[in-house]
């Protein structure tokens, strides 16, 4: 889909300012093939009006400041040495996550829902100060999620559920963590997510957005002697993109490539 603004001038005299949403081409219109199907995002369209379409690849880029869970550290516990137990290490970590979501109801005649990866990275503040000392601790975040949205002219309401892996990386200048007296520790977590968020059009390109979404990992992958989990809810602010057409899909070209 796309999106499309018009206004109709004649001398100095005006007519309606007004900006709709392509739901979809009409190559996908299953009822009527040789149409396009479009609803109102602002404004008041008449007729005699003239439609200026933005058109746009299924893709939307996000640029976002975000949050992470608070993670916690696992250890032995001592009166029953085959259960662990969790302690907190850190507080609420910050840090910035780009995200990118390809159309893939375009293909459905679903409009606006989408598959997409992101990436995130963000810095903790050590909470345990008995753990160690010196400590940078930061969090590499990948996700891959689908979603879908909703649109109320300019509004939008999006809903997501997806995966993620955390590549959580600790130096230390002295560690006693766990019994491992090493300075650096590499460790990879999986888990999954669900959220939502709220979006606002100011342009057939750009849409402001803020969301919320609750995060648990726990499946240690490499632990280094140190399992970690987080949960716990997660905030987000920031933009989203809309990329104008190229010459070509570059989804499309992909698998024509590989025959997909």
Not at 16 to 43: L, W
Not at 44 to 68: C, H, N, W
Not at 149 to 170: A, C, D, N, P, Y
Not at 211 to 231: H, K
Request: aromatic residues 10%; hydrophobic residues 35%; glycine residues 12%.
């Amino acid at each position: 889909g796309g999106l499309g603004s018009g206004r109709q001038c004649i001398g100095r005299a005006c007519r309606s300012e007004f900006k709709i949403d392509i739901v979809h081409y009409g190559s996908f219109s299953k009822e009527t093939p040789d149409k396009s199907k479009a609803r109102i995002v602002s404004g008041r369209p008449m007729s005699g009006d003239v439609l200026q379409e933005y058109p746009r690849i299924p893709i939307d880029i996000s640029f976002k400041a975000r949050t992470f869970a608070p993670l916690s550290y696992g250890y032995t516990d001592t009166a029953d040495t085959s259960k662990t137990k969790y302690k907190s290490l850190t507080e609420m970590g910050v840090g910035a996550q780009i995200d990118a979501r390809y159309d893939i109801g375009r293909a459905m005649d679903f409009s606006q829902f989408y598959a997409g990866v992101g990436v995130g990275y963000g810095f903790f503040k050590l909470k345990d100060s008995t753990l160690a000392t010196g400590s940078n601790i930061s969090l590499l975040n990948i996700d891959v999620a689908v979603s879908k949205r909703f649109q109320l002219r300019r509004v939008s309401l999006g809903v997501e559920l997806g995966g993620i892996l955390h590549f959580t990386k600790l130096k230390t200048d002295t560690a006693n963590v766990a019994s491992d007296s090493a300075s650096k520790m590499t460790i990879l977590t999986a888990g999954g997510f669900g959220g939502a968020n709220l979006g606002f059009a100011i342009s057939p390109a750009i849409t402001i957005e803020a969301g919320a979404r609750y995060e648990l990992t726990g499946l240690n992958l490499v632990s280094n002697g140190l399992p970690t989990r987080s949960f716990g809810p997660v905030f987000q602010v920031g933009v989203t993109w809309s990329p104008p057409a190229l010459p070509f899909d570059p989804i499309d070209m992909v698998r024509s490539m590989t025959d997909f």
